[in-house]
């Protein structure tokens, strides 16, 4: 009872609050000082060659000089643990996303976790350049095989102080991400996916190194950094909440995952007209691709159709709706695009209802304001044919926004800007959770600001500059995308409305 009573006055809050602040086993403040504490002992950290004090995030950080680490921690043997948690501020000297080379830059590294910015140039399969960045976050195994750790970023603001927060349990088989406090997508990546257990090596030692600088001329890049705590245990989505309580973390604007309120779309401010709804008790008016196309190339307008399909699967209307089923008569599955022929104005908001065979598995895609890159329309002649292959709609001849809203077995939704493939935000997938369906999607678009609801919540948010990426779009086709492995789905309903500001 004195237990229950005790709890119930301090709060559980203060409770989980008292078991993260007695995890920390190192704790470097670096206010103007290098001194900071290790499993409670006080320890001087070592700056690098020219390293000096700058205002930060939370008073101030280190810089590193120009060439070298920014602060090396000597980290006696025994302090790193199989479980535990980093967390530090760290800043970027330059903007970090568009790129024509690799460059790696160490954020934190040592005998036992290596954390990094990466710049890629090519993205897997997709012989383009994405231009967008990817923490790698990497801790040392027995065997010494690394687990793939990435998370996808859009890109890392000049100047901008980010809060990072990596924590692990290979018991559980978790290594966790915050950025800013807000959990990203798993780094652990195909290993989760896969099930693959991995195990930290045992008794690791080393040095705690920070920051640094990396690239040379224009691509040159400082990294300094703030506040490092090193946990001796894993630290929950609760933990992290109640150690970042109070303390003021900038708001992402695209960067990572972000997460929005439990509120739907505000279209209060907005005066909106009906444009097209789609009659899915009629037989589907649509022609396919192929019959539009030679030799690679459109050579006739799909005049008279409401849809025009891409790709090797099925669609047709029944009972009400419209669906999809990627799979052909010999087993086989394709992937699937089906576009809309009219041209939708330049601020609209968009309804769907889709309904998965499958919520856990398949990936569904919005493309919207697709234009051919040449100028026109993405049917006129002379546009080359697509054939459902990503490459051409994220790197091809035309321009659009995408937007995978559902994708089953993953905890994101990605919003992209074509040509290129550029990430551009990211939210929380809702869907996959939510069942079999039908679910509300609703999209608007408002001159540069693009958002998205999914099962009634706002979940991601895109405003464009028309400078990092290229132009704002505006006018142009909408068409839906499924994935070969989402098998069937169903729509319940494709409505358009024009969207003025009152």
């Known amino acids: 009872m004195g237990i229950e009573l005790w709890l119930a006055v301090c709060g559980l809050g203060a409770l989980l609050g008292a078991v993260v602040e007695g995890a920390v086993v190192v704790d470097y403040a670096l206010d103007q000082s290098f001194s900071g504490t290790i499993a409670g002992r006080h320890v001087a950290a070592e700056p690098g060659p020219g390293a000096t004090f700058v205002e930060s995030a939370e008073g101030y950080g280190v810089a590193p000089g120009a060439e070298g680490c920014a602060l090396r921690i000597p980290i006696p043997a025994g302090t790193w643990q199989s479980r535990g948690a980093l967390a530090f501020w760290f800043r970027a000297s330059r903007r970090i996303g568009k790129g024509d080379a690799e460059l790696t830059i160490p954020l934190a590294q040592s005998a ?10 090519h993205i897997r399969s997709y012989e383009i350049s994405p231009h967008y960045p990817h923490l790698k976050i990497q801790l040392r195994t027995q065997d010494d095989v690394l687990p793939d750790g990435e ?8 100047n901008q102080w980010y809060h990072l927060i990596v924590a692990w349990n290979p018991d559980a088989n978790r290594l966790d991400a915050y950025l800013n406090g807000i959990p990203q997508p798993s780094p652990l990546g195909k290993f989760r996916k896969k099930n693959i257990a991995w ?5 690791a030692s080393g040095d705690l190194v920070l920051g640094g600088v990396a690239g040379t001329g224009e691509r040159k890049v400082a990294i300094a950094v703030d506040s490092v705590q090193l946990f001796d245990r894993y630290l929950s989505e609760r933990d992290v909440e109640e150690l970042l309580k109070g303390r003021a973390m900038p708001r992402l604007a695209g960067e990572g995952r972000t997460l929005h309120p439990d509120k739907p779309l505000d279209l209060a401010p907005y005066e909106i007209s009906p444009v097209y709804e789609a009659d899915f008790s009629k037989p589907l008016n649509v022609v396919h691709e192929n019959a539009l196309v030679e030799k690679g ?7 008279g159709a409401d849809w025009v399909l891409e790709g090797k699967g099925r669609v047709w209307t029944q009972d009400g709706k419209l669906h ?7 087993g086989k599955g394709d992937n699937i695009v089906l576009w809309n022929t009219r041209v939708f104005p330049e601020n609209f908001l968009l309804e769907l209802g889709i309904a998965p065979e499958d919520s856990e598995n398949g990936l569904a895609i919005i493309f919207l304001c697709a234009t051919a890159r040449a100028g026109g329309g993405i049917f006129d002649p002379g546009v080359a044919g697509r054939y459902a292959s990503f490459r051409r709609y994220v790197a091809g001849d035309i321009n659009c926004y995408h937007v995978s809203y559902w994708a089953g077995g993953r905890t994101s939704t990605n919003m992209r800007k074509n040509s290129g493939f550029h990430l551009v935000s990211s939210g929380m997938e809702r869907i996959t959770e939510a069942g079999a369906g039908p679910h509300r999607v609703r999209l608007l678009k408002v001159g540069d600001r693009i958002q998205l609801e999914t099962c009634g919540f706002l979940t991601l948010e895109f405003d464009d500059d028309g400078e990092t990426w290229g132009p704002v779009y505006g006018a142009g086709r909408i068409g839906l995308r499924q994935m070969r492995h989402a098998g069937s789905s169903s729509y319940s309903c494709f409505r358009v409305w024009e969207v003025r500001e009152r």
Request: glycine residues 2%; positive net charge.
């Open 297 to 303: 190339k459109r050579v006739r307008r799909p005049a």
């Open 199 to 203: 195990r930290p090596v045992a008794g």
């Open 112 to 121: 036992f976790i290596n954390v990094s910015l990466v710049e890629p140039t």
């Open 151 to 158: 998370l996808e970023l859009s890109h890392i603001k000049p």
């Open 324 to 330: 999809f089923d990627h799979r052909l008569s010999e």
